[in-house]
T-cell receptor, first 115, second 114 residues
């Protein structure tokens, strides 16, 4: 069975500092994809970054990077130079290449950026 | 349209009534997903459509829930005889069937069952 775990229900970070949001996953499938989404208070889910399980390098998208440690089954999101607009819920998700249909989401982390 | 559109944005209904929620995917996206998000929780998969293939209904919580999609167009999620535990935000997402399979989400429908 696939499972995503986000152990930090809430996080605070000072503006302009970096923050790491934790995500661990459980799967027995050899090939899978990992995703991070941002959900601001407006409710819309916004795609941030994707990491394939066979990708050799950690994914980066602007201020977002994914610290992928395959042996530990972790896919932490790093946000550099935090901005007030980064305050939102962040969800980690996984999809197996063998079960194309389903995405499995974690319970989310609420990030608050302090001025 | 440019993004995934859902309507209504808010729906208040009485227990026992039926509701229909609508999702307009991004044009050209063959895959469409419905999720339920209860207050303060993550997303629960409900149903998946891919082109003209049989949908994956394995996430539907009961037979009161059903969904339809004609081809690669609009989808409707129907909840019959609503219960208070159905109160949640219902999110729709669409995607292309390509490597990575990034989903693009609508703003959701907030359903409140009184």
């Amino acid at each position: 069975a696939q499972k995503i775990t986000q152990t930090q229900p809430g996080m605070f970070v000072q503006e302009k500092e970096a923050v790491t949001l934790d995500c661990t996953y459980d799967t027995s499938d050899p090939s899978y994809g990992l995703f991070w989404y941002k959900q601001p208070s407006s409710g819309e889910m916004i795609f941030l970054i994707y990491q394939g399980s066979y990708d050799q390098q950690n994914a980066t998208e602007g201020r977002y990077s994914l610290n992928f440690q395959k042996a530990r089954k972790s896919a932490n999101l790093v946000i550099s130079a935090s901005q007030l607009g980064d305050s939102a819920m962040y969800f980690c998700a996984m999809r197996s290449q063998y079960n194309f249909n389903k995405f499995y989401f974690g319970s989310g982390t609420k990030l608050n950026v302090k001025p | 349209g440019a993004g995934v559109s859902q309507s209504p944005s808010n729906k208040v209904t009485e227990k026992g009534k039926d509701v229909e929620l609508r999702c307009d995917p991004i044009s050209g996206h063959t895959a469409l997903y419905w999720y339920r998000q209860r207050l303060g929780q993550g997303l629960e998969f409900l149903i998946y459509f891919q082109g003209n293939s049989a949908p994956d209904k394995s996430g539907l919580p009961s037979d009161r829930f059903s969904a339809e999609r004609t081809g690669e167009s609009v989808s409707t999620l129907t909840i019959q005889r609503t219960q208070q535990e159905d109160s949640a935000v219902y999110l729709c997402a669409s995607s292309l069937e390509t490597s990575g399979n990034i989903q693009y989400f609508g703003a959701g429908t907030r359903l409140s069952v009184l």
